[in-house]
């Protein structure tokens, strides 16, 4: 999809499709839907007397071949609610909705007419959005099929009359972000034969290329030698070597303190040899989403120029059953010298994760981020619906809030207290990777992974389990079945938060 700004109005215009917008305003008894392209809105009264067009947010109509307007082949009318509680989160669902009735049109010129926005300030929150709503709600999971639904590239005209530099520049962002997300959709969708620590690590490099972006990558032996003994102990049970990714990005002096994003790139956990079930074991492919969300949030850092330093660390292996496979009740030593016994060999993530948080500590970092699809308990709490996260610093959670509350990206702040912490005792190491008590278990293993934070850096945890993938039913820009690169945007809006720090 190509798409660009246009100073101009879309009235008379000759196109293939042409996008419009409806709205509607509360009135004494109904609310009146009106089509905010005057013509249309003549034309169409029927369609809106019938109520085949209301107006609703979520809504897009297409009329193909149209005999209205010679100049206008195929219209799609887009709702976007009330007009008084349109938020860029509309739009961007607007820009999903308006992109699924491309491919039926079978237009390939697409002409927007976004003068038709209700907007009380400045718009460019809205054409970001818009534009982000386009890109995500393209992405398939189609890479895979011989038949690849490969659509030809559609050229979309978004026009405005009162078009700004500001637009442009939301243009350029809005793309960059839903390209990171959908790059980060990409390698969460592909199945663990294709998508090994060593095809993830190759990836990230690959991804890398250009951006100003330092990639390092560790191997076995370096981990080995880096004293990472919950990667090594998780990477046992795998023929496949496990990875160490490290991508740095200076944007700011050097003597600024870094952002660190850690992700859990766990590219197929079949539990080790606590096995999990079979039915829904397929999944677990997804189990390196919160390494591929990081990843492609310092793609995004880089891209966008913002005035931060970056870091992004994920340690990555799968959680096999060979022969060497690490047994219950085995103990094993992390990076900065604490024991941990294995009470289950499916708590992997906080494992590898460990070393991880370790070495992010010794970067002195800002703040310290992690995303990982850590427990099935986090999908008991909140479904699909929020992202959890764990903090115990009240201006990150603030700062995240505010990030969050500006992508539209649903979270959650979830309980993180000493109680936790003395759940996670060992009996015979300093550390059980299983919680003692009951329940609670995403705060157990968060409380886990504090173990390995300095104390005085800000840390927040994020467990996208539910929200890692198949979180597309309420979200039209998600797919409904598939990686969702949940938080990429959010993460983005935070480091933008120490911009000027
Ligand atoms: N990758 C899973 C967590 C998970 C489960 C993510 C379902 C998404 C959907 C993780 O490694 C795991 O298996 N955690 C265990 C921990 C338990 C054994 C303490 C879990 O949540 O059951
Ligand atoms: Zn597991
Ligand atoms: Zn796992």
Redesign the pocket.
């Known amino acids: 999809m190509n798409i660009s700004l246009v100073q101009k109005s879309a009235k008379k215009l000759q196109t293939d499709l042409l996008v419009a917008f409806a709205i509607t305003k509360k009135g004494k008894k109904d609310s009146e839907v009106i089509i905010t392209h005057d013509e249309l809105h003549t034309s169409f009264k029927k369609s809106i007397a019938s109520k085949e067009i209301t107006g609703k947010s979520g809504e897009a109509v297409l009329f193909r071949a149209t005999n209205f307007f010679d100049e206008v082949h195929n219209i799609v009318i887009v709702g976007l609610g009330d007009e008084s509680e349109i938020t860029p989160e509309i739009l961007r669902q607007a820009g999903a909705a308006a992109q699924s009735q491309f491919k039926t049109s079978k237009a390939s010129s697409i002409s927007v007419d976004f003068d038709g926005v209700p907007s009380k300030n400045s718009n460019t929150q809205y054409v970001q959005a818009f534009v982000e709503g386009l890109l995500l709600g393209a992405y398939a999971v189609d890479h895979f099929k011989t038949k690849s639904g490969k659509e030809k590239t559609e050229a979309v005209s978004i026009y405005l009359t009162a078009l700004k530099k500001e637009h442009t520049e939301a243009l350029k962002t809005a793309i960059t972000l839903a390209e990171t997300v959908n790059f980060a959709r990409r390698l969460g969708d592909s199945p663990g034969n294709l998508m090994t620590p060593t095809i993830l690590a190759n990836e990230a490099v690959a991804a890398a290329k250009g951006t100003g972006i330092k990639a390092t990558i560790w191997n076995k032996a370096r981990i080995k030698k880096e004293k990472m003994g919950g990667l090594l102990g998780v990477a046992q049970g795998s023929d496949q070597e496990p990875r160490f990714i490290i991508l740095e990005y200076y944007g700011a002096a050097k003597s600024k303190k870094p952002l660190v994003f850690v992700g859990k790139g ?1 590219t197929f ?1 079949c ?1 080790g040899i ?1 096995i ?1 079930p079979s039915a829904g074991m397929e ?2 492919k ?2 390196m989403c919160g390494g591929a969300n990081v990843i492609a949030t310092l793609i995004a850092i880089a891209k966008l120029k913002l005035k931060v330093n970056a870091i992004a660390l994920v340690p990555s292996t799968e ?1 096999l059953i060979n022969g060497s496979a690490t047994k219950p009740g085995d103990i094993h030593t992390a990076r900065n010298g604490k024991t941990f016994e294995i009470n ?1 060999t ?4 906080r494992l590898i994760l460990s070393d991880a948080l370790c070495y992010a500590t010794e970067q002195k970092p800002e703040i310290i981020i992690d995303a990982a ?7 008991v709490a909140l479904g699909n619906i929020h992202t959890g996260f764990f903090t115990r610093n009240k201006d990150l959670k603030n700062k995240i809030d505010k990030a969050a509350e500006s992508t539209g990206e649903l979270v959650w702040q979830m309980p993180l207290v000493d109680h936790h912490v003395a759940d996670m005792k060992g009996t015979y190491a300093d550390l059980s ?3 003692s008590g009951k329940g609670a ?1 995403s705060a157990t ?1 968060a409380a886990f992974l504090e173990q390995f934070v300095d104390s005085k850096i800000p840390w927040a945890h994020f467990d996208i ?2 929200t ?1 993938w198949s979180a597309g039913n309420r979200l039209n820009y998600c797919p409904k079945k598939g990686a969702s690169g949940v938080m990429v945007r959010t993460f983005v809006e935070l480091a933008k938060q120490y911009e000027n720090l």
């Not at 499916?346 to 993530?349: K, W």
């Open positions: 766990l956990d539990g606590s999990k999944e677990m997804y189990d959680n289950n499916d708590a992997e993530g699809t850590l427990t099935g308990a986090m999908v990777n299983m919680s278990g293993a389990a539910g890692g």
